[in-house]
Nanobody
Framework: QVQLVESGGGLVQPGGSLRLSCAAS????????VGWFRQAPGKEREGVSC????????DYADSVKGRFTIFRDNAKNTVTLQMNRLKPEDTAVYYC??????????????????WGQGTQVTVSS
């Protein structure tokens, strides 16, 4: 039974920080590229960040570069998205996903085999 579970979402004021975690069971996340995606109401799901399993390479959407950081904790079988200096436009449901190709991408959801249920991030004063 493969499961990905996101946690750490919530309500935060502009300029604040949140740390989202993606915890896996039934698979070893270090064997998969992992992506973070987000979807706001009425908008398409968009890639935020990803990390490869081949060489640890990371990628970020231009809108979050310099503010978000993705990293692994293999001992805990998790991938974390640290989000700093949050803006109202970051408000969305955030999803983590696992890609068996080991490379990962933020430009397409198609390579990702497993998805979490999502966690709500709301940035508002």
């Amino acid at each position: 039974q493969v499961q990905l579970v996101e946690s750490g979402g919530g309500l935060v004021q502009p300029g604040g920080s949140l740390r989202l975690s993606c915890a896996a069971s039934g698979l070893t996340l270090d064997d998969y590229a992992v992506g973070w995606f987000r979807q706001a109401p009425g908008k398409e799901r968009e890639g935020v960040s990803c990390i490869s399993s081949f060489d640890g390479r990371t990628d970020y959407a231009d809108s979050v570069k310099g503010r978000f950081t993705i990293f692994r904790d293999n001992a805990k079988n998790t991938v974390t998205l640290q989000m700093n200096r949050l803006k109202p436009e970051d408000t969305a449901v955030y999803y983590c996903a696992a890609d068996p190709s080991s490379i990962g991408t933020i430009v397409s959801t198609k390579p990702y085999e497993y998805w979490g249920q999502g966690t709500q991030v709301t940035v508002s004063s």
